[in-house]
């Protein structure tokens, strides 16, 4: 399976505040060409660049929705992507090829990532519940992905709202991106929606892992799959389920 990714410069604002969950989403400017996804993986067909999003916990170990070997990343970056035949993200959601989220698991290391830094200087601006603000630097999407692109996982999930129709294509990198704890932590100081005049901090807006069923989880490439005769792919705990 062949993944092409037109990734660019832009621009982009962040919200804090969804119906169903809470994350802060980043959203492209208006002026900015829209980053593209395509290869065999896709059937070649074009996904545009929609938003992206960020998973994490109260507990640095395991702040990912996906584990692979029973092994969770500290956070997990959603890229979510339409299919361009559809024109919106919201047109696209109950289609069966409407929707690419392509994932990068995040993981924990001593020294600050520069690349995510643009967004984490924004977080103070967002802390409370509908907020929104404009990322001031721009960011290179490209460095938000891990080094090694060649080995992914992919398989079909489903939306969590009817008509909960396989929609969603998972597209998970085995390589992940490393932030520092701090980086991490200033994403816990976000606020949810208050609540008789009370806002808790959230501190974690990642799902139960599902069960993986009869899914097939594909993985990119063949040797890495037969080292175990498959068992990395048998053993990787998917969210069947994204949160728009
Ligand atoms: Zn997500």
Known sequence: MI??????LIGLSANLGQEWTYDVRF???????????????????????????IHWSDNNLEGSEHSINDYF?????HFVHFNQRYDSLSKARDQRDGLVVLTVLVQLSRVDNKAIEPLIRVLPQVSR???SAIVKNALILEKLLPINKEIFFTYK???TTPPCSETVKFIIYADPIRISPFQLSQFRRLHERPLNGRSLKIFSNTRDIHRKNSRIVEVSDVRFGDTSSGSDVD????????DY
């Open 3 to 8: 993944l092409q990714l037109s990734f660019l």
């Open 27 to 53: 959203t492209l400017n208006s002026r900015n060409q829209r980053p593209e996804l395509t290869g065999s993986v896709v059937d070649n067909k074009v996904y545009v660049f929609e938003e992206l999003h």
């Open 73 to 77: 990343s500290s956070a997990e970056i």
């Open 129 to 131: 519940y509908n907020s």
């Open 157 to 159: 999930g489903s939306l």
């Open 235 to 242: 053993d990787f705990g998917g969210n069947n389920d994204i």
